[in-house]
């Protein structure tokens, strides 16, 4: 999105700093999900649990792609259209927790309840923390000025 | 997210897309090589093309550390750069800090004060600035700190917070990328600006989306030091143009309009335009082979 294209320069780098997200996401599942049946190892829910994060992938690529092969000028009027972003963006999540639940229900054993509950909790968890490093400032703002804090 | 084979052959198709993906990390890394741009002198002064309002990862909504956003101006082929995170100055002190050990673009340290009605640049601060003091409290504490004080984004909302305090400005941002959203929202911009002497400011409000410098500002400045900036922009030196119209000092407008290359990235050589293009249609078929890779149910 920044140089259309892609470096090693700008690659590395972002790999390690984003590293913290998937990291979270882990470290939330491995608190929310301690009770797995003896047939899930903890790797192998790792590794089916981040498989739902695909619709996400595909909406961060296609605006990459949109800011890669497209002037500027021209993707900005209709990236920022709210509803273009966060209704994309909302699709994209609400697949994501689709596949999670039934991720928990068939492969964990989980009760709807149970899985409905393990699922908020997880991404109270793990979004709660990766919201705050990357807008922390300016979010406290917001909230602070709506509550009159 | 490893797995077993899918593909039947002895290429698989993970294969394919680490090889696509190789492919486009090494044209894409090819054709980075800095551009090289002499020194551009207008009038009696030195011209820098400077990008003012530039947020860093993290805290900011940004995607790159300060250091990258410093190494990556050099490539856009600008002089200049204020590094200006939500609330709090330490991403433009690290980035003044790798300046001053690497070189480059010039890096001045500031702060986007990300208030609830109105969004103000500090630019040549050290210490944060709270986001709850009133325009002109901030902006005579931006100057008690040796700074310099812009309008970030004066859309119409915000006129009305800005009106006790818009006569204590230095500046105030005419061009930037809100500007594309709507020619409503472009003629906001210049209708803030026009209504009193103020420096013009172009600026990216880059936040990881679109090229650093996709607008940027043209400094005239005695010397190019953060000091020399910054006394630029209280004297009002500087002109900002789109292609079509500009802004700025009406005696150093027609100076920078005979030399419209000033205000874009430097030109690609074509050998590094293929790359680029290689580069771009090999990652997104990787990355999008990989999503899709991920995506196969039977691999669940």
């Given at each position: 999105?920044?140089?259309?294209?892609?470096?090693?320069?700008?690659?590395?780098?972002?790999?390690?700093?984003?590293?913290?997200?998937?990291?979270?996401?882990?470290?939330?599942?491995?608190?929310?999900?301690?009770?797995?049946?003896?047939?899930?190892?903890?790797?192998?829910?790792?590794?089916?649990?981040?498989?739902?994060?695909?619709?996400?992938?595909?909406?961060?690529?296609?605006?990459?792609?949109?800011?890669?092969?497209?002037p500027a000028a021209s993707v900005i009027p209709w990236w920022s259209y709210r509803s273009v972003q966060f209704g994309s963006a909302g699709v994209a999540l609400a697949i994501t927790a689709r596949l999670d639940y039934r991720f928990l229900?068939?492969?964990?054993?989980?009760?709807?309840?149970?899985?409905?509950?393990?699922?908020?909790?997880?991404?109270?968890?793990?979004?709660?923390?990766i919201l705050l490093i990357f807008v922390a400032p300016a979010a406290w703002e917001v909230v602070a000025s709506e509550l009159g804090l | 997210m490893g797995g077993g084979r899918v593909g039947t052959g002895p290429v698989t198709r993970e294969l394919i897309c680490a090889a696509l993906l190789l492919v486009a990390i090494v044209a894409g890394t090819a054709s980075d090589t800095p551009v090289s741009k002499p020194p551009v002198t207008l009038g009696g002064y030195r011209v820098l093309a400077a990008d003012f309002h530039v947020h860093p990862f993290p805290l900011s909504s940004g995607t790159l550390a300060p250091w990258d956003i410093a190494v990556e101006a050099r490539r856009q082929g600008l002089?200049?750069?204020?590094?200006?995170?939500?609330?709090?100055?330490?991403?433009?002190?690290?980035?003044?800090?790798?300046?001053?050990?690497?070189?480059?673009?010039?890096?001045?340290?500031?702060?986007?004060?990300?208030?609830?009605?109105?969004?103000?640049?500090?630019?040549?601060?050290?210490?944060?600035?709270?986001?709850?003091?009133?325009?002109?409290?901030?902006?005579?504490?931006v100057h008690r700190q040796g700074g310099v004080a812009i309008a970030a984004h004066p859309t119409t909302p915000s006129w009305r917070y800005w009106e006790p305090a818009a006569g204590r400005l230095d500046g105030a941002e005419v061009l930037q990328p809100i500007a594309y959203v709507a020619p409503g929202v472009a003629l906001e911009l210049q209708k803030?600006?026009?209504?009193?002497?103020?420096?013009?400011?172009?600026?990216?409000?880059?936040?990881?989306?679109?090229?650093?410098?996709?607008?940027?500002?043209?400094?005239?400045?005695?010397?190019?030091?953060?000091?020399?900036?910054?006394?630029?922009?209280?004297?009002?030196?500087?002109?900002?143009?789109?292609?079509?119209?500009?802004?700025?000092?009406?005696?150093?407008?027609?100076?920078?309009?005979?030399?419209?290359?000033?205000?874009?990235?430097?030109?690609?050589?074509?050998?590094?335009?293929a790359l680029i293009l290689l580069s771009r249609v090999c990652g997104l078929s990787g990355l999008l082979g990989l999503v899709i890779l991920v995506a196969t149910p039977d691999r669940r």
């Amino acid at each position: 999105m920044t140089s259309g294209r892609i470096t090693f320069r700008l690659v590395a780098p972002a790999m390690v700093y984003w590293s913290f997200v998937p990291l979270v996401q882990i470290a939330s599942l491995a608190i929310v999900c301690r009770n797995r049946p003896p047939e899930m190892p903890f790797r192998r829910t790792v590794d089916l649990f981040l498989r739902s994060n695909w619709p996400l992938l595909l909406w961060l690529l296609l605006f990459s792609a949109a800011w890669a092969c497209f002037p500027a000028a021209s993707v900005i009027p209709w990236w920022s259209y709210r509803s273009v972003q966060f209704g994309s963006a909302g699709v994209a999540l609400a697949i994501t927790a689709r596949l999670d639940y039934r991720f928990l229900r068939r492969d964990l054993k989980r009760t709807p309840r149970d899985a409905v509950l393990q699922l908020v909790a997880q991404r109270l968890l793990s979004w709660t923390p990766i919201l705050l490093i990357f807008v922390a400032p300016a979010a406290w703002e917001v909230v602070a000025s709506e509550l009159g804090l | 997210m490893g797995g077993g084979r899918v593909g039947t052959g002895p290429v698989t198709r993970e294969l394919i897309c680490a090889a696509l993906l190789l492919v486009a990390i090494v044209a894409g890394t090819a054709s980075d090589t800095p551009v090289s741009k002499p020194p551009v002198t207008l009038g009696g002064y030195r011209v820098l093309a400077a990008d003012f309002h530039v947020h860093p990862f993290p805290l900011s909504s940004g995607t790159l550390a300060p250091w990258d956003i410093a190494v990556e101006a050099r490539r856009q082929g600008l002089d200049a750069l204020a590094i200006t995170p939500h609330n709090q100055t330490w991403g433009g002190r690290a980035g003044a800090w790798f300046w001053r050990r690497f070189g480059g673009p010039i890096v001045i340290p500031g702060e986007e004060i990300h208030g609830p009605h109105f969004h103000l640049i500090g630019l040549g601060i050290q210490q944060t600035i709270s986001w709850r003091l009133p325009a002109d409290e901030a902006i005579d504490e931006v100057h008690r700190q040796g700074g310099v004080a812009i309008a970030a984004h004066p859309t119409t909302p915000s006129w009305r917070y800005w009106e006790p305090a818009a006569g204590r400005l230095d500046g105030a941002e005419v061009l930037q990328p809100i500007a594309y959203v709507a020619p409503g929202v472009a003629l906001e911009l210049q209708k803030f600006f026009e209504r009193r002497p103020l420096a013009a400011i172009g600026s990216s409000d880059y936040h990881g989306f679109g090229p650093l410098g996709l607008c940027r500002t043209l400094v005239f400045v005695r010397e190019a030091t953060p000091e020399g900036i910054l006394e630029a922009l209280r004297a009002h030196r500087t002109v900002v143009f789109d292609g079509k119209r500009a802004w700025g000092d009406p005696a150093l407008v027609p100076l920078a309009l005979e030399h419209p290359e000033l205000a874009v990235p430097p030109p690609l050589a074509p050998r590094a335009r293929a790359l680029i293009l290689l580069s771009r249609v090999c990652g997104l078929s990787g990355l999008l082979g990989l999503v899709i890779l991920v995506a196969t149910p039977d691999r669940r």
